[in-house]
Every structure is written in structure tokens, then in C-alpha cells.
């Protein structure tokens, strides 16, 4: 998906699940670990646990459940677009 949205390719890097750590049946996903400027760094996840660690850096997006008409995604690009994030 962020490589159909990320069509200018702004986003450098890209983590899944294999790059988490899995606590009380969360996958926690620690930024300190990338040794990246975390002013410059977002997750994007729709469970808030898994970005505890850096709450401020967390976008919260509802659950994909197969609606055709769902855009929560293409409008977080929109909003983002307009925040120059």
C-alpha cells in the first residue's frame, strides 16, 4: 500500500512487523533503534500500543476491513501533504 501512495518516493524506509518486538501481544515498534532524527519520523498504525514508545510520533488510523470506500489512507497523505510533513 505505501507503495502505491508514496508515489514521489519520499518515504527513505519502510518497517513491517519482522522489525517489531512483540509484548503483551503487541508488536511494538521502537524508532530509537533506527538512529534517525525522530522530528522526521511518523508511524502509522491503527493499534496505539504498538507506537507507545513514541507517542508523539504515532498517527493512530482506524482498523482496514475491506471497505472498497475506505480512504482513511489516501486522506492521511492529503493531511500530511498540507502539513509539508
Do not use: W
Not at 3 to 15: A, G, Q
Not at 19 to 30: G, R, S
Amino acid at each position: 500500500m505505501l507503495n502505491e501512495l508514496d508515489s514521489y518516493k519520499v518515504i527513505s524506509h519502510k518497517l513491517y512487523r519482522r522489525h517489531t518486538m512483540a509484548i503483551n501481544n503487541h508488536f511494538i515498534k521502537d524508532l530509537s533503534k533506527l538512529g534517525r532524527n525522530l522530528e522526521k519520523t511518523i508511524i502509522i498504525d491503527n493499534v496505539k500500543e504498538n507506537f507507545m514508545l513514541q507517542p508523539d510520533n504515532g498517527l493512530n488510523i482506524s482498523n482496514f476491513l475491506g471497505d472498497e470506500r475506505d480512504n482513511e489512507l489516501l486522506n492521511l497523505v492529503n493531511d500530511l501533504k498540507g502539513n509539508d510533513i
